[in-house]
């Protein structure tokens, strides 16, 4: 069994900041890809950035300059710093992980429940 669990959502104005976290656990080899991704109501779920096991990271254009992804691979933890928030940020923001849980087993993606950002005016 493998679990991503969320935290960091909530309310914030326009301009303001928030740190979202999700940390994996379970029956896990090693994590090839950590990042996040949203679905605004009425949206289909849009890649918001991912992080990768060669350090390589991918924005979106829209977040690109205003938020930051990290991991603490020690801790199977990934962040994702947003700052000057806009109103059009406001979504469901949902972790996903690129999982193998043996040594050449294959690897799966797996997804948190996911966290509520609501940005104010």
């Known amino acids: 069994q493998v679990q991503l669990v969320e935290s960091g959502g909530g309310l914030v104005q326009a301009g303001g900041s928030l740190r979202l976290s999700c940390a994996a656990s379970?029956?896990?080899?090693?994590?090839?890809?950590m990042g996040w991704y949203r679905q605004a109501p009425g949206k289909q779920r849009e890649l918001v950035a991912l992080?990768?096991?060669?350090?390589?990271?991918h924005y979106a254009t829209s977040v690109k300059g205003r938020f930051t992804i990290s991991r603490d691979t020690a801790k199977n933890t990934v962040y994702l710093q947003m700052s000057s928030l806009k109103p059009e940020d406001t979504a469901v923001y949902y972790c996903k992980a690129v999982i193998v849980r043996r040594v050449g087993g294959p690897q799966f993606q797996y997804w948190g429940q996911g966290t509520l950002v609501t940005v104010s005016e």
């Open positions: 379970g029956s896990i080899f090693s994590i090839n890809a």
């Open positions: 992080g990768t096991n060669g350090g390589n990271t």
